[in-house]
């Protein structure tokens, strides 16, 4: 495993770090023995930063971590975690969540404590009007936090102010071969190493569209590169060849995803990819972009939907239908959204009413409620309800 340095503090963390976002689930909630049997594997071989979030698996993740990080592996590594800054309306609401999650990690500090999507001037106003700079200030003095940071999910102007508004440790921002110019950036990238910030990035294999399936005409790309790599390792090894990066955040929920991306991390140095590998690249991003018609990385933040919509599962299922020419994409989505398969609600694009939740929630700031309304013009016409009572009966008990 390789190692980068913090540069404010001289610590080493892996350059892979443990995302705790997408742990495997059984029946709607974490499947802990299987996500703690993949953890300490990942412990056991170099990992030593875990990140979690007080809203990751609806408030299961962080329990979940302290249970997971007994004999001893708490000591073994640097643990990450988020203040749910939507929640907060005052200083007061700041030590509470913080003292709480103390308590559901089952440990007396956070070793690398996040301000969770403070995403712009205006809501770093408001933070600030509550009390924040206070906040982290004693927080740090007593101990209960070790670091400082933010993550990031908003328009690029917004983050140059922000990493200038306190003295942080570290920033977390999403980075990945398809957002050089999205959100931070390359050069919000740039501009927090060069003012001695840590970058952790989070979504680096945009959710796990970059990865799996991989449409045919960007296979063809991989496939005949001079270079063999499986699309995770392309993806990752774009990331790190970056020297200003210090740790990626991978979602890692099966064996094999762990074991390869362990295997990369021993051999991703900064600036290590040769120009053929990054043309290689940079001819499956213009092909992905051509291909790709919603930005969306399924990171949830924008459900429950008060009216069932599956959001994310509506724009991957559309998404799908573009990258991989499926003639079936119609019937696919009318089955995986009727709730034939899972005996649930409804939960279609055409179910929205436009109450503009999901839109204040999404961190990539995508105009849900009219892609909605595009998907269900393009994905429910004619024949729609005959499709509907077809999965019906195809799964009928």
């Known amino acids: 495993m390789l190692y980068r340095t913090i540069p404010k503090t001289g610590e080493k963390l892996s350059i892979l770090g443990f995302g705790c976002m997408r742990l495997q689930e ?53 643990l990450a975690t988020k203040m749910p800054s939507w929640l907060v309306t005052r200083r007061e609401d700041m030590d509470w969540f913080l003292d709480a999650q103390l308590e559901k990690l089952q440990t007396d500090h956070i070793d690398y404590y996040l301000i969770h999507v403070l995403d712009s001037t205006e809501k770093l106003a408001r933070l600030e009007a509550c009390g924040m700079t206070a906040f982290l200030n004693e927080a740090k003095k007593s101990g209960k936090i070790v670091n400082a940071g933010f993550s990031f999910h908003g328009p690029a102007e917004d983050f140059a102010p922000i990493v200038d508004a306190y003295p ?131 990171c949830q933040y924008c459900m429950p939907c008060p009216s069932d919509v599956d959001i994310p599962l509506c724009f991957e299922l559309y998404n799908n239908k573009y990258m991989f020419k499926n003639p079936d994409a119609e019937m696919f989505y009318v089955v995986r959204l009727s709730g034939a398969l899972t005996n649930g609600p409804e939960q279609f694009a055409s179910q929205c009413v436009q109450c503009m939740e999901c839109v204040e929630k999404c961190p990539q700031h995508i105009d849900i409620h009219a892609l909605l309304e595009m998907i269900a013009d393009e994905m429910e016409g004619e024949g729609f309800e005959e499709r509907i009572q077809m999965a019906r009966d195809m799964f009928a008990e």
Not at 35 to 55: C, E, F, K, M, P
């Open 168 to 298: 942080w440790e570290f920033c977390q921002i999403q980075y990945n071969i398809l957002d050089e110019q999205n959100q931070a950036g390359t050069k919000g990238l740039k501009y927090a190493a060069e003012k001695g910030l840590g970058v952790i990035i989070m979504e680096p294999l945009r959710g796990g569209n970059l990865t799996d399936p991989v449409p045919p005409a960007i296979a063809k790309i991989w496939d005949n590169s001079p270079v063999q790599r499986t699309p995770a390792e392309w993806a990752l090894r774009w990331v790190w060849n970056h020297p200003e990066v210090t740790v990626v955040l991978s979602g890692m929920n099966r064996e094999e995803h762990i074991q390869e991306n362990i295997r990369t991390a021993h051999e991703a140095h900064p600036d290590s990819l040769s120009d053929t590998e990054l043309t290689v690249i940079k001819m499956a991003t213009e092909k992905y972009r051509e291909l790709m018609k919603v930005g969306c990385t399924g």
């Open 26 to 78: 059984t029946d709607g909630h974490i499947d802990e023995e299987q996500a703690t049997r993949q953890l300490r594997y990942a412990i056991d071989h170099g990992v030593n930063y875990v990140d979690t979030a007080w809203s990751y698996h609806m408030g299961e993740s962080e329990p979940f971590l302290g249970r997971a990080l007994s004999d001893g592996y708490r000591e073994k590594v640097r």
